[in-house]
Nanobody, 128 residues
Framework: QVQLVESGGGLVQPGGSLRLSCAAS????????IAWFRQAPGKEREGVSCISISGGTTNYADSVKGRFIISRDNAKNTVYLQMDRLKPEDTAVYYC?????????????????????WGQGTQVTISS
């Protein structure tokens, strides 16, 4: 079965850290770019970060730049999102998705658009 599965979400205090994982099954992640998106209650979905096939290009939303790091381990067929110095406004359901580079302003600044396959999401809650 072709799917993406996110894990690693949870409840942490402001200033804390989490590492989200996006594991692929049924296909090889190394052949696609992967993006992370998030959606908070009552808000539109937001592109958080995107990593290219080679891992050589990474882009981030301005709101997370300097705090989040996206990486990939093709041997493990997994993409990660390390999230540090978390803030209450980071609270959302986080989704990973297959992606393709796209410089259209709609997809700025992560410069990737979803390609069709989404995970089920993982809840991240930042609260004291």
């Amino acid at each position: 079965q072709v799917q993406l599965v996110e894990s690693g979400g949870g409840l942490v205090q402001p200033g804390g850290s989490l590492r989200l994982s996006c594991a692929a099954s049924g296909f090889t992640l190394e052949a696609v770019s992967i993006a992370w998106f998030r959606q908070a209650p009552g808000k539109e979905r937001e592109g958080v970060s995107c990593i290219s096939i080679s891992g050589g290009t990474t882009n981030y939303a301005d709101s997370v730049k300097g705090r989040f790091i996206i990486s990939r381990d093709n041997a493990k067929n997994t993409v990660y999102l390390q999230m540090d110095r978390l803030k209450p406004e980071d609270t959302a359901v986080y989704y990973c998705a297959t992606a393709i580079a796209n410089s259209d302003t709609r997809y700025s600044p992560i410069n990737c658009r979803p390609r069709g396959l989404w995970g089920q999401g993982t809840q991240v809650t930042i609260s004291s």
